[in-house]
């Protein structure tokens, strides 16, 4: 039998835009370019400008088109690349905790970063990063009660140890 897909998205290049300082910059670049070619003296020169900001927007498009995350009731599902793909998944009984975290311009952008630290091996030398996703609020609660219902249905619990540095 297979699971239903009840979430697929990838990291947006729009939300990049106008969401990170970086994406900012690009535009304002572009629009520099067009603006000096426009009104200065210097000719066509500016618009090179202008392809560098086009060039940087289109390796971030490409970058996002590169990694899918898909949502199932049982799992995070990973798709990662292009020509040489490879697929990598996260049993939601196993995720330990999904942070989000978003600057000031991420929210207005309505985007976020969702971290997701789990003990499975996929998150093993550090928590899966799903930048600039869009409407992260949503996705990160959907995403928690998906793991409680998943940890519920499996009957797994989580138990957490300290050390306790002061004992012999």
């Known amino acids: 039998m297979t699971e239903e897909t009840l979430d697929r998205f990838r990291s947006s290049t729009l939300g990049w835009l106008r969401g990170t300082m970086a994406g900012l910059g690009t535009i304002l670049l572009g629009l520099a370019g067009i603006v000096a070619a426009l009104v200065g003296h210097w000719g066509l020169y500016p618009l090179i400008a202008t392809g560098v900001a086009l060039l940087v ?11 899918t995350f898909e949502v199932t009731e049982e799992r995070l599902i990973i798709h990662r690349g292009i020509i040489f793909k490879s697929l990598d998944e996260i049993e939601l009984y196993r995720v330990k ?36 996703v869009v409407d992260a609020r949503t996705r990160r609660e959907t995403l928690r009660r998906l793991v409680d219902t998943a940890r519920q249905r499996r009957v797994v619990g989580e138990i957490d140890m300290s050390h306790d540095h002061g004992a012999l």
């Open 97 to 132: 905790d999904v942070r989000l975290d978003f600057t000031l311009l991420n929210q207005w952008a309505n985007i976020g970063t969702m971290a997701v630290s789990s003990s499975d091996e996929t998150t093993r030398d550090g928590d899966l990063l799903l930048p600039h």
């Open 57 to 67: 927007v289109l390796v971030k498009w490409i970058q996002n088109l590169a990694a």
